[in-house]
């Protein structure tokens, strides 16, 4: 399973950017997908997730700011970040649980990582 992630750059302060991630290779379903951003220093944090149905979760630091989508039949997701701020400068990573076959435990992939970097 491979996951790539696109979209990420430099942006002003109160800017917006999309970052998508589209997983491909041996695949029978992917179950929840979703980002996590990990600033020089800090932990790996999650930003957003979201389920196989659509149902959300966000970090506090974000709601309000960034919406998760998801394209099940793409196998894609999305993030949509409106309003940044410096504070969200990080290197952003794609995450999904994967069943490879109908009876596999389900397995953990990362992206490559995108830098975001916002500008004050």
């Known amino acids: 399973v491979q996951l790539q992630a696109s979209g990420g750059g430099l942006v002003q302060a109160g800017g917006s950017l999309k970052l998508s991630c589209t997983a491909s290779?041996?695949?029978?379903?992917?179950?929840?997908m979703g980002w996590y951003r990990q600033a020089p220093g800090s932990q790996r944090d999650l930003v957003a997730s979201?389920?196989?149905?659509?149902?959300?979760n966000y970090a506090d630091s974000v709601k309000g700011r960034f919406t998760i989508s998801r394209d099940n039949a793409k196998n894609t997701v999305y993030l949509q970040m409106n309003s940044l701020q410096p504070d969200d400068t990080a290197v952003y990573y794609c995450?999904?649980?994967?069943?490879?076959?109908?009876?596999?435990?389900?397995?953990?992939?990362w992206g490559q990582g995108t830098q975001v970097t916002v500008s004050s």
């Open positions: 995450n999904a649980r994967v069943l490879l076959q109908r009876w596999s435990t389900q397995t953990n992939w």
């Open positions: 290779g041996t695949i029978f379903k992917i179950n929840d």
């Open positions: 979201v389920t196989t149905g659509g149902s959300t």
